[in-house]
């Protein structure tokens, strides 16, 4: 099973430290793409974390189901009021199965990346395509990799620096690989995370590995246009029915 980077100490504040993720405007344009293309179906979340989106969905009447390795991360979702009737799946989410079948399937925040390795990353394709109803959509929001960031031989992009907190990407690109360091130097604490970052191009051929084909691509959920500038997107593929 893959490392469990999110602890009892990570879960406890992770959503004070996600809290640009939890504004209004960011939960309903993300939670209408989804219940849209849920329908009158259900919904899995992989990674499905404190519920940040889960719970939201939920509330707009979508079945959600979720797969989460971290239990602390469970733990913290249950100890939500509005979580009632959100189940949860404990397990790595590129090979463990939920009960039942799904309309639809989704990946947010550049949590394809936990898998580090290209293999997991098309096992995980495999294991939604196998979980989702003929027809049936699988989502994920995901970065664009920022080499052009990269002077010539830099492997170091920081991305927050303020006077308790730094936060760096370490890449390597011989691997596809990158590192996510957090420096919190009040509260003394160091977060090394790995990734494994991904191209549009090859997340639709592991799509098609799956059994599934593009079927849109956008810039944000607000269904901006993906451009050569675009920062991440919000891609959806279909699986044959």
Not at 35 to 41: I, K, V
Not at 44 to 69: D, N, S
Not at 72 to 93: C, E, H, N, S, Y
Request: hydrophobic residues 40%; contains cysteine; proline residues 5%.
């Amino acid at each position: 099973m893959r490392p469990n980077y999110f602890d009892d100490d990570v879960a406890a504040t992770y959503d004070d430290g996600a809290a640009d993720m939890f504004t209004a405007d960011m939960l309903t344009a993300t939670v209408d793409f989804l219940a849209d293309l849920a329908g009158d179906g259900s919904a899995l979340e992989l990674g499905i974390g404190t519920g940040r989106v889960a719970v939201p969905l939920h509330q707009r009447g979508v079945a959600v189901h979720g797969i989460e390795l971290s239990e602390a991360m469970v733990a913290q979702l249950r100890a939500k009021p509005d979580a009632a009737g959100i189940d949860v799946t404990v397990g790595d989410f590129a090979t463990v199965r939920a009960p039942g079948s799904y309309r639809l399937a989704y990946l947010v925040f550049n949590t394809i990346m936990n898998l580090t390795t290209q293999d997991e990353q098309v096992a995980c394709f495999v294991n939604v395509a196998d979980q989702l109803e003929p027809g049936g959509v699988f989502v994920i929001e995901v970065s664009v990799p920022q080499l052009r960031m990269l002077p010539p031989g830099q492997t170091i992009h920081p991305f927050t620096v303020e006077s308790d907190y730094v936060g760096f990407d370490e890449y390597d690109v011989t691997t596809q690989g990158l590192v996510s360091h957090h420096y919190q130097f009040g509260k003394d604490r160091q977060l090394s995370i790995p990734f494994r970052y991904v191209w549009p191009a090859e997340l639709d051929l592991m799509a098609r590995i799956a059994g599934m084909t593009l079927r849109e691509r956008w810039g944000d959920w607000d269904r901006t246009r993906f451009t050569a500038d675009s920062t991440k997107h919000v891609s959806v593929w279909q699986k044959s029915g």
